[in-house]
């Protein structure tokens, strides 16, 4: 377009200094084919104007158009980072699924094969052997059994079922004891939960919860104690045998435990 302008204005000025030679002093006239030149001319000049400001506009539009693009990419990029996240945690919540009900079958298993191993009554638990108290610790007689309260908040941390560090010294000091009093007699280790539901995305209910949480007492207690594992087997009872009402913030931290149940059977190898 600039080359056009150029030749037109070239043109014009070109007639305009013509006219000027033909007739010195006198004003300059101009020729129809002159004065249709300079017309169109004027015509360029705002059709240019008209397209300049057309640009500007669609420059404008351009600018807002990619900064709208680097928002949606920004927001592309925090969408894909949580659905990384959200794919992690459900990988392990998966993984911790799976370990739960590996357990469980291998506590199946484990019963079903002490089922054939001899035990003896023994009625007279309460008056043969002595009771057991331990500092802090709820220990009980229930009909033939004694039980044990080891409270899940002093060895989990809240909705997990892996042992805190500080945990192991509690179950380390109850199971001298156990060793003690009771060293050949059949033990239950039962979890318990209160009754609010599970943290989501790991548990899909409180027995499940109660069953790990057994679980990995018992594991401790076959790998850093005495105990035989022929003595111990694992019960998860959810939410279903509160030992207080659920109806106060103390009553569900009571009832969130793990018990070490004593029965009157004496495993005999």
């Known amino acids: 377009m600039p080359g056009v302008?150029?030749?037109l204005l070239f043109a014009a000025l070109a007639?305009?200094?013509?006219?000027?030679?033909?007739g010195a002093g006198a004003p300059p006239t101009m020729s129809p084919e002159?004065?249709?030149m300079m017309q169109q001319q004027q015509v360029l000049q705002t059709r240019a104007s008209s397209l300049d400001l057309?640009?500007?506009?669609?420059?404008?539009k351009l600018a807002q158009s990619q900064q709208q693009n680097r928002l949606i990419q920004d927001q592309l990029a925090v969408m894909r980072e949580q659905l990384n996240s959200t794919a992690q945690q459900l990988a392990q919540a998966h993984e911790a699924q799976t370990t739960?009900?590996?357990n469980v079958q291998a506590m199946t298993a484990s019963l079903s094969k002490r089922s054939s191993a001899a035990i003896t009554a023994n009625s007279s638990l309460e008056r043969n052997l002595p009771k057991i108290n331990i500092h802090g610790i709820e220990v009980r007689q229930d009909g033939d059994v004694v039980r044990i309260e080891l409270p899940a908040d002093r060895l989990f941390n809240p909705g997990t079922a892996q042992l805190r560090q500080d945990g192991a010294p509690l179950i380390t000091a109850v199971v001298?004891?156990?060793?003690?009093?009771y060293p050949n007699q059949i033990i239950g280790v039962e979890g318990h939960c209160d009754s609010d539901s599970p943290p989501q995305g790991m548990w899909t209910s409180n027995h499940q919860l109660s069953m790990a949480r057994a679980t990995a007492v018992f594991d401790y207690l076959t790998t850093r104690s005495g105990i035989r594992p022929q003595q111990l087997f694992t019960v998860a009872?959810?939410?279903n045998h509160p030992v207080v009402s659920?109806?106060?913030?103390q009553g569900k931290a009571r009832n969130r435990r793990v018990e070490l149940v004593v029965y009157p059977e004496q495993w005999q190898q």
């Open 237 to 239: 009872h959810g939410s």
């Open 5 to 7: 302008f150029g030749r």
């Open 176 to 181: 001298a004891e156990i060793e003690r009093a």
């Open 246 to 249: 659920n109806a106060t913030m």
């Open 15 to 22: 007639v305009v200094v013509a006219a000027g030679c033909q």
């Open 100 to 102: 739960s009900e590996q």
């Open 34 to 36: 002159q004065m249709a």
């Open 54 to 60: 057309n640009n500007q506009e669609l420059e404008v």
